[in-house]
């Protein structure tokens, strides 16, 4: 795919997510890496529904803003997870509501945010880790996302959204969402004793789809 329509995906993709309220105002940033190191990557105070495609910020591989407008903070977030995950190729890091609720709440493993629901939650986002709350742009949550070792393509930092890697941008999207409708049937089902996937049907997904899911990702 060219730049071009990456570029076009990007806004595609972000006015989607933004129009069915998954990030409010100018809240969340998509990256994409480019074949050449670089990177494209929305702008800083950008609403995800209003991008402009000749305006995404384009990066070199060391990060140098090469054109567009300036690029989002959190930067040193998306490097992170590029840089203990080869196989990325696009993060979404969104405000979502459920999301950010199921990060606050006091009995969350950090291993394994959410239990397995359904198929289809470890299907897309895997096992999902919990980061502690770092300020928005600070650079220390870099060393917590390396922290993890590349295991996990789904995180949760603390009190802000998630961050989610994928092989493709619509990877990345539809894993993003499908941890949202996860952390949102976690919040109706809270404290109702729900039916959890037993481990025998967690190790049939792994077998059956070739999921990889770190040690303690799934043991509810």
């Not at 990557?41 to 054109?67: C, M, Q, Y």
């Amino acid at each position: 795919m060219s730049e071009s329509a990456l570029r076009e995906a990007i806004c595609r993709f972000g006015r989607s997510l933004f129009e069915r309220g998954l990030t409010p105002g100018s809240s969340g940033n998509i990256s994409l890496r480019l074949d050449d190191g670089g990177w494209l990557v929305t702008p800083t105070n950008a609403s995800l529904g209003f991008l402009d495609p000749a305006r995404i910020s384009r990066l070199d591989r060391d990060g140098k803003l090469l054109s567009g407008d300036k690029p989002t903070k959190e930067i040193p977030l998306h490097g992170a997870l590029y840089d203990s995950r080869s196989s990325a190729r696009a993060i979404v890091h969104l405000h979502s509501t459920h999301a950010v609720a199921v990060s606050m709440l006091p009995e969350i493993d950090p291993r394994a945010v959410l239990p397995p629901l359904t198929p289809y939650s470890l299907m897309r986002a895997g096992a999902v880790a919990l980061v502690p709350y770092f300020r928005p742009g600070d650079p220390a949550v870099a060393d917590a996302i390396r922290g993890l070792a590349g295991q996990y393509s789904s995180v949760l930092l603390a009190n802000h959204g998630p961050v989610v890697a994928g092989d493709t941008l619509e990877a990345a999207v539809f894993a993003t969402e499908e941890l949202e409708e996860t952390a949102k049937l976690y919040l109706l089902l809270r404290n109702l004793n729900p039916r959890h996937l037993t481990p025998a049907q967690v190790q049939d997904l792994v077998t059956h789809f070739g999921l990889t899911l770190p040690e303690h990702g799934h043991d509810h």
